[in-house]
């Protein structure tokens, strides 16, 4: 595709559900990172996939977030027993490598938590 | 670890005013820089890098220079619009992993 395309757009889950975010980057781009926004927050790191090499799950703020990266293109992040304050929007960037190129930005996923 | 630490907002201005926002950043070796916007709902699109220590990177009126002395990389406009009304997040990436950080974003609005 054209851009980072994220999906769903938007979505309300219950406390306690599991939900899955995908994000499809840009064809070719070896870079693919997840960030978390919350309303009137900046963006908090949350994980980051370069090619073949082992993701830096830093960000990840509990054992209840996981990500995979399947084949180097389609990223899904999976949040576990979801709680009210997992509520955000998720950003998901895609890039060439290296430092220096521009990642791209989706349009986001907003996740609910009621 | 690396990180990048911007002025706080909200900044508020007037029309055809002169604009600063401040960023400092963290870092081991020598990364890039970037600032990136985003418009009232709208994502994130990217409007300068510099690459290395010295650069200027310019688009849209602003600009920022790449100062290795002082760990800055400040956003500068002579005369902002009401039309730049918007977020602004200064980042970093650093030469090895090519992680992408981000400052907590500054929020500005002109008024006319």
């Known amino acids: 595709g054209a851009g980072v395309s994220q999906s769903p757009s938007n979505k309300v889950t219950e406390k306690g559900k599991d939900v899955e975010l995908r994000c499809d980057p840009i064809?070719?781009?070896?870079?693919l990172y997840w960030y978390r926004q919350s309303l009137g927050q900046g963006l908090e790191f949350l994980i980051y996939f370069q090619g073949n090499s082992a993701p830096d799950k830093s960000g990840l703020p509990s054992d209840r977030f996981s990500a995979e990266r399947t084949g180097g293109s389609v990223s899904t992040l999976t949040i576990q027993r979801t709680q009210q304050e997992d509520s955000a929007v998720y950003l998901c960037?895609?890039?060439?490598?290296?430092?220096?190129?521009?990642?791209?930005f989706g349009q986001g996923t907003r996740l609910t938590v009621v | 670890g690396d990180s990048v630490t911007q002025m706080e907002g909200p900044v508020t201005l007037s029309e055809e005013a002169f604009l600063t926002i401040n960023c400092t950043y963290t870092a081991t070796g020598y990364p890039s820089l970037f600032w990136y916007v985003q418009y009232p709902g709208e994502g994130l699109q990217l409007l300068l890098k510099?690459?290395?220590?010295?650069d200027k990177g310019s688009n849209k009126g602003f600009e920022a220079t790449y100062r290795k002395e002082t760990t800055s990389f400040h956003l500068e406009k002579g005369s902002v619009q009401v039309s730049d009304s918007a977020v602004y997040f200064c980042a970093l990436s650093d030469s090895i992993g090519g992680k992408l950080i981000f400052g907590q974003g500054t929020e500005l609005s002109v008024k006319p």
């Open positions: 510099a690459t290395k220590a010295d």
């Open positions: 064809s070719g781009h070896t870079a």
């Open positions: 960037a895609s890039s060439y490598w290296t430092g220096g190129r521009e990642a791209f």
